[in-house]
């Protein structure tokens, strides 16, 4: 049945990126969502964020944030919301890699090429997590797609303007794009066909576009005195382990294409194994496509990771997920040749499972930990019951609704979402990163702080508490999640 299908998608590859999008926002939003208990941990942040509707965060350029908050708007909850939206980006992204792969490599390869992105991890388990590396991943693919069709035909003014939306939008997401904006203006120096294009209009409208979209951000980040670039150099600083650090990084990108190479492989050697007859050759990718897809996809990383060398800075290893959305289109230019109808049937079959097996274990995560007595990932937290008992002890406290909680970035966080009050979050307990809430609001409305029990007793720099208690909350765990609050009453009176 599935090699008809499989013949069906490579024939019209259309179709076969609409069912990848389908079955990615399907399957990757559904199944979790049926088994969370509480938002993931960075989407809880974003939503925190995103009700403000600001044009930077303490951390974090805001793309993120906003389309959090959109989703939560739209879906009218905080948990399948986020999810769908994380999902539609991802398919977004293969959108794009099927017509960079479609320009490249013809409708027939890019379809396989982008159906191998399943078995990047990047593309499957932490795509449920809301983040600022999601979102950037439809970026980085526009981009590479645009550059290409700007290859062909540089004097074209309006690809340029395309990549300067892009590039603009980018800023917005992950400050991290500027490795892939070096990328693109080295390539544009050293290839004489574009430099030759830099006498004419179009790149510099482009530049022009691109400044003046992320301009409101550049202001505020002025304004702030680059609040979140200190925050970054300070994490990136503290990461800084090992000079091997890098290295280390390079073999996590590898290791992250673990499922797509071992997919491969099998496909491949399978008729090898069986002693069958090898199929007849499919035409081989050019030259001038495995060049494009070699840069594109090792560059961004290589230069990350050079630089993470030479500056001492810290790498994550999450920080590669948007530089590998050309992974499988470059797979398929290297290995073309031995990628026949059957081989090729056989990769997307293997994609396909992939799609399923990934999102039902991930979905299986929190019932299988409630059900052997472990403690569940962040997303089978008991949202309603943390914020419900902590909203009680408040009420009972104050005899007012909540208006502002802080202290534990994740706990807060599940209190503002959760909460009937829906109050407003401090981030880490400084008015400075929250700039929706001022000293006046804590004197008029009081504020709640929340920790866990086996942290230091909850604090507000330059207050004192009315009251500091604890609840229990079981969760299905080996003990009750403890959670340990501070009340700080309002110190205005109560307005008539």
């Known amino acids: 049945m599935f090699s008809s299908l499989g013949q069906r998608i490579l024939d019209r590859p259309a179709k076969g990126l609409f069912l990848l999008c389908l079955m990615q926002v399907a399957f990757w939003s559904a199944l979790p969502a049926m088994t969370s208990r509480a938002p993931t941990l960075d989407a809880v942040e974003m939503l925190a964020w995103g009700e403000h509707w600001q044009l930077g965060y303490y951390k974090?350029?805001?793309?993120?944030?906003?389309?959090?908050?959109?989703?939560?708007?739209?879906s009218?909850?905080?948990?399948?919301?986020?999810?769908?939206?994380?999902?539609?980006?991802?398919?977004?992204?293969?959108v794009f890699v099927f017509l960079l792969g479609r320009r490249l490599l013809g409708a027939r390869d890019a379809i396989l090429g982008t159906f191998l992105c399943t078995g990047v991890y990047y593309f499957s388990w932490p795509t449920p997590?809301?983040?600022h590396n999601v979102v950037q991943m439809p970026v980085w693919a526009a981009c590479f797609w645009l550059f290409a069709v700007i290859r062909d035909n540089p004097r074209r003014m309006l690809p340029w303007l395309g990549l300067g939306l892009a590039a603009g939008i980018g800023v917005y997401a992950k400050y991290a794009v500027v490795v892939l904006y070096a990328v693109l203006g080295v390539w544009i120096l050293v290839e004489a066909r574009l430099r030759r294009a830099l006498a004419t209009p179009g790149p510099w409208a482009g530049a022009a576009l691109a400044v003046l979209i992320a301009l409101p951000h550049l202001v505020w980040l002025v304004q702030t005195d680059f609040m979140p670039i200190a925050?970054?150099?300070?994490?990136?600083?503290?990461?800084?382990?090992?000079?091997?650090?890098?290295?280390?990084?390079?073999?996590?990108?590898?290791?992250?294409h673990a499922p797509m190479l071992i997919l491969?492989?099998?496909?491949?050697?399978?008729?090898?194994?069986?002693?069958?007859?090898?199929?007849?050759?499919?035409?081989?990718?050019?030259?001038?496509?495995?060049?494009?897809?070699?840069?594109?996809?090792?560059?961004?990383?290589?230069i990350t990771a050079a630089g993470a060398f030479l500056t001492g800075a810290g790498l994550k290893d999450m920080w590669g997920a948007p530089m590998f959305t050309t992974s499988g289109l470059f797979a398929v230019a290297l290995l073309s040749r031995h990628l026949g109808d059957s081989v090729a049937k056989r990769v997307l079959a293997g994609c396909a499972v992939l799609l399923i097996v990934l999102p039902v274990a991930f979905a299986a995560q929190v019932p299988v930990a409630l059900a052997i007595g472990k403690v569940p990932p962040r997303n089978g937290a008991p949202m309603p019951a943390i914020a419900g008992s902590v909203t009680a002890a408040w009420?009972?406290?104050?005899?007012?609704?909540?208006?502002?909680?802080?202290?534990?970035?994740w706990l807060a966080g599940l209190v503002a979402a959760g909460s009937a009050d829906r109050p407003a979050m401090v981030a880490d307990r400084d008015l400075a990163y929250s700039p929706w809430v001022t000293p006046e609001d804590i004197a008029r409305d009081g504020l709640l702080i929340v920790s866990f029990a086996k942290d230091a007793p909850p604090a507000q720099p330059g207050m004192e508490p009315r009251s500091i208690g604890n609840v229990e909350i079981p969760w299905g765990g080996p003990r009750p999640l403890v959670i340990r609050y501070a009340?700080?009453?309002p110190r205005a009176p109560v307005e008539p």
């Open 395 to 409: 009420r009972a406290a104050t005899k007012r609704p909540l208006r502002y909680v802080g202290g534990n970035t």
């Open 231 to 256: 925050y970054a150099e300070a994490r990136s600083a503290r990461a800084a382990d090992s000079v091997w650090r890098p290295a280390g990084f390079l073999l996590a990108q590898i290791a992250d």
């Open 129 to 131: 997590e809301l983040n």
């Open 76 to 94: 009218g909850e905080p948990i399948l919301g986020p999810m769908v939206a994380s999902q539609l980006l991802v398919a977004l992204t293969f």
């Open 264 to 302: 491969l492989a099998l496909a491949v050697l399978l008729p090898q194994l069986r002693r069958r007859g090898p199929e007849a050759p499919h035409a081989p990718a050019s030259a001038r496509a495995i060049r494009f897809l070699a840069i594109a996809t090792l560059a961004p990383a290589l």
């Open 487 to 489: 009340i700080y009453p």
């Open 60 to 74: 974090h350029p805001p793309l993120p944030a906003w389309i959090a908050e959109a989703a939560r708007m739209v």
